[in-house]
């Protein structure tokens, strides 16, 4: 196998770099998230001259950033994994029971799809929100219904193309139940497809909950995210920048990274680039 | 080098052309030398992968990124074609050396009038007005025979048939009066009937514009129609090369002998009886597709097949053979029901396999198996070939160790190693993948075996195997088999019975002998003609 490219190297162990941070990130604070220190309010971070005991900084109740951006980053990946996931079993699903039944059910659900895809989905998830108030469990939902359409209009096409197949037919022919055909001949063919929309819904869902929290609509105090955070030093911008400049890097980074990667996976997914590499 | 004969309009020394690293051989041709005298049809033959289109794509300049032209020379008036710059390579191809490909409806632009695109050559390459070019590309219609030209002119390329495609590509290759013509399979995906005329049409520009041809084909019975002389090709290097008696009569090498052993001939085999109860029994079956439908009108309904019956018995072999649109396949997955048919009722071994329900239907599917045309595709590309053949029995209850056990089996009865069970599709050729299919089909032990084209895609060397396969897995199996092909030589070979499909119906139906001796059908006879080789045969 070709090694892959230099940034897709780097992208990838950044993205490790996060996930282990995400996961083991508190040993480099003593402070818990919430943990307020009155008397050391907007100290610049310790190697600008700060407190020595704040590597980056405190925010305006004295909260540690460090501890802050761990638990922030903690709660933005699994909300993003969450929805991710979400999203893309309820998409494929749909996209499978469309390409299966055909008709008027086909019709339907690609009504649906067209009808989300014609909404900028902000609107309709500030209309929610504003409706059922907030609550994690909505708000991982919410994030599962963006992007569910990309999935379930992908997944209809690549699975359409793929069940006109020989091979499929062939497998009919055997007396195989649809069940089998689409869970054992079908999905393995169509996963690379699904898998590199994945990657690239993952970074858009990072940035709707970015902005979602940046208003004040997505994850609530006490809890915080990256967004919140991002949002809280949108005031302090003048006076106290990296309180707004740390999160704001690590989701340029996170995202960028995912992108990378998505496209790689791509390329290295792609049936047209397999004969060369075998 | 200036071994330039008289005589020659091109001549190639020692032609190699490399492949990138990795791949099966270091060279894609390896020292081509041969010369195109003028007026002459030259044609190179050879199997997939012999290196006859990167020959032609050398000489045309139109050789893929990734291969790159080692040595030799190709001689082309008094210039070396190899050592051009872009300007000059401009001003030869199109203009005194033409191409035509083998897929004429996707050489040609779909959004332009098939007019506009021959006209499109005059425009860049002459100063010609309007209305003369206009003129122009009708004499140019006229030449190759189109039916219609003032019509045909403003018509699309979809709404022309195969045949009319290419012969438009032809046209736009002889706008410029070239003094070559190379023409890469151009018969190739074109029906029998019309191959012989656009064979009957080259011969014709041969002789009226005296154009030289380099023919590449894989096909002896067209060699046999068209050539002046001959090249053999195998893995990139010309074996043999001499005139058409030379080398169709008295070959020499013994691998142009093996590939003239292996063209199929019109020839009957020996007739077997069958009697006892019949396995497939179709009555009545008809499929009608609906076209041009919109939201006012329902469309005009279009029979592919009308009104169908057909009869196997154990053992036998029935021949469906017609052209493309003549509706055979269609007729095979509507007994196989890939497809429903709109009327009519199967019987298969006694069962009503046309009123089953789906699941009796699933149930009943190990009874009627298929093999398809293309072994690339019907192959599961991510499943292990054994795991493939071993599926079937699975399905229908075998437990996996059996089941195994079975695919280990057959994968030795269709002549491959036992050990390959654990590898994939792509690690196969096209020949080695059909036998999978084979063993896939078989693994089911099904009393009918439908084969939906499945020798047309193989070389002929290829194909002489597979169909032999054929018939020993039948003599051992006694399955029936219903063989459906647009070439009735290989029909011949291997029928009990040949039915011919035209526009939906079987329209004659008798044994090979009977057919090639005494059709009793315009059609069949027609048919008959068109084999490429035809006149050349043995009587038989």
Not at chain 2, 12 to 27: I, N, Q, T
Not at chain 2, 182 to 200: H, M
Not at chain 2, 366 to 385: E, G, H, M, T
Request: proline residues 5%; glycine residues 8%; charged residues 20%.
């Amino acid at each position: 196998m070709r090694r892959p490219p230099l940034t897709v190297l780097i992208a990838l162990i950044f993205l490790a770099f996060v996930i282990a941070i995400a996961i083991v990130g508190n040993v480099f604070s003593p402070y818990a998230h919430t943990d307020q220190n009155l008397l050391a309010r907007l100290k610049p971070p310790s190697f600008l001259g700060g407190d020595p005991r704040y590597l980056l900084g405190t925010d305006r109740l004295g909260r540690d950033m460090v501890a802050r951006l761990v638990f922030g980053l903690r709660m933005s990946v699994m909300v993003a994994i969450m929805g991710t996931v979400l999203g893309a079993l309820f998409g494929i699903m749909l996209g499978f029971v469309a390409a299966h039944f055909r008709g008027w059910v086909e019709e339907t659900i690609m009504a649906v799809v067209d009808f989300q895809a014609s909404l900028p989905f902000i609107l309709i998830a500030l209309t929610l929100l504003a409706f059922f108030g907030n609550s994690l469990t909505l708000f991982i939902i919410l994030m599962g219904l963006h992007g569910w359409e990309n999935y379930a209009r992908l997944t209809r096409g690549v699975v359409l193309s793929a069940i006109s197949q020989p091979y499929a037919q062939a497998v009919r022919a055997l007396g195989a139940s649809p069940l089998r055909l689409y869970s054992r001949h079908i999905l393995p063919n169509v996963a690379s497809a699904l898998i590199v929309q994945l990657t690239l819904n993952f970074p858009q869902i990072v940035l709707l909950e970015t902005a979602l929290s940046f208003l004040g609509l997505g994850i609530q105090p006490p809890s915080t995210s990256l967004g919140q955070i991002l949002g809280d030093g949108r005031d302090y911008l003048s006076n106290a920048w990296w309180i707004a400049v740390w999160p704001g890097t690590i989701i340029f980074l996170t995202t960028l990274s995912m992108s990378i990667v998505g496209d790689a996976l791509r390329d290295y997914l792609d049936p047209t680039l397999k004969r060369q590499r075998t | 080098m200036n071994d330039h004969p008289p005589g020659a309009v091109i001549s190639l020394r020692d032609v190699s052309v490399s492949l990138p690293e990795g791949s099966d051989r270091k060279y894609a041709i390896r020292n081509v030398s041969f010369d195109l005298k003028a007026g002459e049809i030259l044609c190179v033959v050879g199997e997939s992968g012999s290196g006859k289109s990167v020959t032609a794509q050398a000489i045309m300049g139109l050789l893929p990124g990734n291969l790159r032209c080692e040595s030799g020379s190709i001689q082309f008036a008094g210039r070396d074609l190899l050592r051009v710059d872009d300007t000059e390579r401009r001003a030869i191809t199109g203009r005194q050396i033409a191409m035509i490909f083998q897929e004429p409806t996707a050489a040609l632009n779909p959004v332009f009038r098939v007019g506009d695109l021959v006209a499109e050559t005059f425009r860049i390459h002459t100063k010609l007005s309007g209305t003369q070019i206009r003129q122009k590309v009708l004499d140019l219609f006229r030449e190759v025979r189109l039916p219609e030209p003032e019509r045909l002119y403003n018509n699309y390329p979809h709404q022309l048939s195969g045949g009319q495609c290419q012969r438009v590509m032809i046209a736009t290759a002889l706008a410029l009066q070239p003094q070559v013509l190379i023409a890469d399979e151009p018969t190739t995906a074109l029906d029998v009937t019309t191959q012989a005329q656009i064979l009957k049409l080259l011969l014709d520009l041969r002789r009226e514009t005296g154009t030289s041809i380099i023919f590449i084909t894989h096909d002896f019975g067209v060699v046999a129609e068209l050539a002046d002389r001959v090249a053999v090709m195998r893995h990139g290097e010309v074996v043999e090369i001499g005139t058409h008696q030379q080398v169709l009569q008295h070959p020499q090498h013994d691998y142009t002998k093996a590939l003239i052993a292996a063209v199929p001939k019109l020839e009957a085999g020996a007739p077997r009886t069958f009697n006892g109860p019949a396995v497939l029994q179709a009555t009545h079956i008809r499929k009608s597709f609906r076209s041009g439908g919109n939201f006012f009108s329902r469309g005009r309904s279009v029979d592919a097949v009308a009104d169908v019956d057909v009869t196997l018995h154990r053992g036998e072999t029935l021949g469906l053979v017609g052209e493309s649109g003549s509706g055979k396949s269609t007729l095979a997955q509507c007994i196989i029901r890939l497809i429903d048919p709109n009327a009519g009722e199967i019987n298969i071994d006694g069962v009503r396999f046309s009123d089953l329900d789906k699941k009796a239907l699933r149930h009943a599917r190990a009874k009627i198996q298929i093999v398809f045309q293309d072994p690339y595709s019907a192959l599961d590309p991510r499943q292990k070939i054994g795991e493939a053949i071993a599926e079937g029995p699975m399905i229908h209850g075998m437990y996996g160790g059996e089941a195994r056990t079975r695919a280990r089996s057959l994968l030795k009865d269709v002549g491959l190693d036992p050990e390959a069970f654990d590898r994939y599709p792509h690690e196969f050729s096209g020949g080695q993948r059909q036998r999978i299919c084979i063993a896939r089909a078989l693994a089911l032990d099904p009393l009918l075996l439908i084969a939906d084209e499945a020798v047309s895609a193989l070389d002929v060397s290829i194909q002489a195997q597979i169909l032999e396969l054929l018939a020993k897995l039948q003599k051992e199996r006694a399955f029936a088999m219903l063989f459906i092909t647009h070439d009735l030589r290989v029909a011949s070979k291997i029928c009990d019975r040949i039915a011919v499909m035209r526009q939906g119906r079987i329209i004659e139906q008798a044994t090979p002998a009977d057919i090639l001796l005494h059709p009793q059908q315009d059609y069949t006879r027609e048919l008959l003609a068109a084999v490429p080789g035809a006149q050349h045969r043995e009587s038989a």
